[in-house]
């Protein structure tokens, strides 16, 4: 008998914490930087080049997170229809029984890495895009030159990673949102022991803001049905429930929903909220905004107050 096999969900929440690991080291070091710079990335170009340098372990830990967590995520799909399509390994090759009959689902070789999007097409109900299979196999030979060798022409960037990571989000967990995973992710992580729940929504806030500044416009359009040329707000519920809000110089991470000039909605990609605002203008002189919280209390382009 077969013991230990595991369940397609299993293989999924560890294939999440994979993802989230990952993208928590990538994270650490953007947010080093945008605070070295005080809310911006006004950094100088010489002491930019030096982190990203002395960032390389890191980004090459992350990328071993990354397909790990990828891996394990393709098998919950193939492990949804049997567990033992995974087995790659000829009966012949298995480990012997014991005494009480059992063998170990561990102990028994699983597919490669590279056989498991062809397993995936074969036997699951979904089919992998073609963008994934290439960034698949380019994240795939990237391991292997990290794990195996020392390569000193192989660099990346945390854009880079934080699109692979989103990519394989958007793929194999597209009924999840990647701020949702986030959330659930640091609300079981020690910061969370250590803080109180504002802190959770500031840090998705400043990674939100940190998202915006780092990734292209087809990437936040496709990932976070954020587009860039877009005026943006600030989201009322992200800056209610955030400790530190003053931290922020720029956090204008919600957009009108419906994208209309009476438009009374705004919707953060960060917490996922749609908030009511009023539409009506700024009273600070050197501000153009005119939308406003519910209450009318503060303007959401400079969070100015109304009442004073
Ligand atoms: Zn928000
Ligand atoms: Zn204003």
Redesign the pocket.
């Known amino acids: 008998m077969i013991s230990d096999i595991p369940t397609a969900t299993e293989f999924e929440e560890h294939g999440v914490d994979y993802l989230n690991l990952a993208w928590d080291g990538i994270m650490k070091i953007l947010v080093d930087l945008f605070e070295s710079s005080e809310g911006g990335y006004a950094i100088d170009g010489q002491h930019e080049s030096k982190v990203w340098e002395s960032a390389q372990r890191t980004l090459s830990t992350s990328l071993l997170l990354t397909h790990q967590g990828c891996e394990l995520l393709l098998k919950s799909r193939i492990a949804e229809i049997s567990p033992f399509l995974l087995i790659s390994s000829n009966i012949r090759n298995w480990p012997k029984p014991t005494k009480t009959n059992a063998v170990s689902f561990d102990e028994i070789r699983t597919l490669d890495a590279q056989d498991l999007p062809k397993m995936h097409d074969l036997v699951t109900k979904y089919q992998l895009s073609d963008d994934f299979k290439t960034s698949y196999n380019t994240l795939r030979k990237n391991r292997n030159k990290v794990s195996h060798t020392v390569s000193k022409n192989l660099r990346f960037t945390a854009a880079e990673l934080l699109k692979v990571i989103l990519g394989i989000s958007h793929e194999l967990l597209a009924n999840k949102k990647w701020f949702r995973l986030r959330e659930s992710h640091l609300a079981s992580g020690v910061d969370a022991a250590l803080h109180s729940n504002d802190y959770d929504?500031f840090v998705?806030?400043r990674e939100?803001v940190i998202l915006k500044a780092e990734l292209d416009r087809p990437s936040m359009l496709k990932y976070f049905d954020f587009d860039k040329k877009r005026r943006a707000y600030i989201?009322?519920?992200?800056?209610y429930s955030s400790s530190d809000w003053d931290y922020f110089e720029d956090a204008t991470?919600?957009l009108l929903k419906p994208n209309t000039s009476k438009s009374n909605k705004v919707y953060?990609?960060?917490?996922?909220?749609l908030?009511p605002v009023i539409r009506k203008a700024c009273n600070h002189d050197d501000c153009k905004g005119n939308v406003l919280t519910e209450d009318a209390e503060r303007c959401l382009t400079c969070f100015g107050d109304q009442t004073e």
């Open positions: 929504s998705l806030a939100a989201c009322p519920v992200c800056a991470i919600a953060c990609f960060a917490c996922d909220g908030s």
